[in-house]
């Protein structure tokens, strides 16, 4: 008995390991077969959106149904969806995918976007950004296939934006971590003072040196 109680609990880890990986596995599959269906579908609804901003806000898998996840999208102050009738019937707009995608990801907002909210200032604010090309309306419905390149470039504006305003260290040009480190490093590397008399000869060689090159 005790040694059966031993053996589990030795392989309790082990065990533990492989559960958080095939929950993970599942979590992943989810959202691999969310982002399929919705590239491939012609107009996009809004569950739709409410899916794919909760799998890049990486909620996707607590929230069972897309009336949940509707929900948790409103929430997140992402989108107001109460006002939304018929989720899974209601095209979504190219205006309503912008106002998302920015509010998702914290994008830099125009005064007249932060002010009244309207898709159609979104949507002019999306094209300043670069999120999508100009010359659509606001009210135009979205394909799957564009809703999820909007949410990835908004993204990948997000990340940029970050990369911006983390303090860069100025010693990493040169190959250190710090002032401490490059002033040891440098140390280091500095040459070894010779013994006096070898310095003294040093200093006599060059002297000879240079009178010889003189009296040529």
Sequence with gaps: MKTRNLILALLAPALLVAQDLNMNNLILDEELSAIRAITVTKKATFSDLCKIVLIHANQLEKYATDEERCARVKELSVYDTASVDHIHLMPLTKGAALKAAINLHGLEKTL????????????????????????????????????????????????????????????????????????????????????????????????????????N
Excluded at 128 to 140: M, Q, R, V
Excluded at 163 to 188: H, L, T, V
């Design 112 to 215: 007249t976007f932060r002010l009244l909210g309207w898709e159609w200032y979104a949507m002019q604010n999306g094209e300043a950004l670069g999120l999508i090309e100009k010359g659509s309306n606001s009210w135009d419905t979205i394909s799957g296939e564009e809703l999820i390149n909007v949410m990835d470039a908004a993204m990948a504006k997000a990340a940029e934006k970050k990369g911006w305003m983390q303090e860069k260290n100025p010693y990493k040009e040169f190959g250190f971590d710090s002032y401490k480190d490059m002033d040891a490093k440098s140390k280091a590397l500095a040459p070894v003072p010779l013994p006096n008399d070898a310095a003294a000869e040093s200093e006599s060689k060059g002297t000879n040196t240079k009178g010889k090159e003189t009296g």
